[in-house]
């Protein structure tokens, strides 16, 4: 099951509510969501997007690890998704 819908919401909570993202909020979300599935939208520029699969494996104090269907393991900071480079769909 892929759980990047309800992510998504709790994440977009953050902004509706006006409060600021904080490193320490962003890995609040993340922490219950280790070793489960989620869909990964990333934006690399330009109007080009990369979206895959993933399980998230390991949450740190500014980045979290993702491991893809094909075993690569990507990393992501806490930035790329205050900045909206990464969602989660």
């Given at each position: 099951?892929?759980?990047?819908?309800?992510?998504?919401?709790?994440?977009?909570?953050?902004?509706?509510?006006?409060?600021?993202?904080?490193?320490?909020?962003?890995?609040?979300?993340?922490?219950?969501?280790?070793?489960?599935k989620?869909?990964?939208?990333?934006?690399?520029?330009?109007?080009?997007?990369?979206?895959?699969?993933?399980?998230?494996?390991?949450?740190?104090?500014c980045?979290?690890?993702?491991?893809?269907?094909?075993?690569?393991?990507?990393?992501?900071?806490f930035s790329?998704?205050?900045?909206?480079?990464?969602?989660?769909?």
């Amino acid at each position: 099951m892929v759980l990047g819908g309800l992510l998504r919401k709790e994440l977009c909570m953050l902004d509706i509510q006006g409060r600021l993202c904080s490193n320490e909020m962003i890995r609040n979300f993340l922490l219950p969501h280790v070793g489960k599935k989620v869909r990964i939208k990333y934006n690399l520029g330009r109007n080009k997007f990369e979206s895959f699969s993933a399980e998230i494996i390991s949450v740190y104090n500014c980045l979290f690890l993702v491991k893809l269907d094909n075993n690569t393991i990507k990393s992501f900071s806490f930035s790329d998704i205050i900045t909206k480079k990464i969602k989660f769909t």
